[in-house]
């Protein structure tokens, strides 16, 4: 008498939220585009007067945050032991119109660079940041 194993196939493992997007590139110019969109359209005039005239070291903390975030490789995690986005923001007075500025600026930045690729991505990217956001006032 013989006896089978049956074996299941294993999943594929499931792409990232980074894989989708496209890595740190793509990343690195959605947080481009926000920070351009910040520093030049007047709707977000309020939001861009909270931050310091050189955006150069927020445009490079931002990109590291999303990278390990969105599952990608966790450098500033590692370097920020035991911060997040809400602890950092915790000083900062943030209302609902200036978290409404950013996820504005940040629902253009994705929909500008990646939306066309992957529009459920893109969608969920900016739903789950502007609840972070809007989670932000105080």
């Known amino acids: 008498m013989s006896t089978t194993t049956q074996t299941r196939p294993s999943a594929a493992?499931?792409?990232?939220?980074?894989?989708?997007l496209g890595g740190r590139e793509t990343i690195q110019r959605i947080v481009d585009r926000f920070y351009d969109l910040m520093d030049s359209e007047p709707?977000?005039?309020?939001?861009?007067?909270?931050?310091?005239?050189?955006?150069?070291?927020?445009?490079?903390s931002l990109t590291g945050f999303l990278c390990g975030w969105s599952g990608?490789?966790?450098?500033?995690?590692?370097?920020?032991?035991?911060?997040?986005?809400?602890?950092?923001?915790?000083?900062?007075?943030?209302?609902?119109?200036?978290?409404?500025?950013?996820?504005?600026?940040?629902?253009?930045?994705?929909?500008?660079?990646?939306?066309?690729?992957d529009p459920e991505i893109a969608g969920a990217m900016g739903d789950v940041l502007e609840n972070m956001a809007l989670g932000m006032v105080k």
């Not at 005039?45 to 310091?52: K, P």
């Open 13 to 20: 493992p499931q792409a990232t939220p980074y894989d989708r």
């Open 43 to 60: 709707a977000y005039a309020e939001l861009r007067a909270m931050h310091a005239p050189d955006l150069a070291p927020m445009r490079g």
């Open 72 to 117: 990608g490789p966790r450098d500033w995690f590692d370097a920020n032991p035991g911060r997040c986005m809400m602890s950092i923001h915790k000083s900062h007075p943030i209302s609902a119109d200036t978290a409404g500025q950013w996820a504005a600026a940040m629902r253009q930045a994705i929909d500008q660079t990646v939306a066309d690729a």
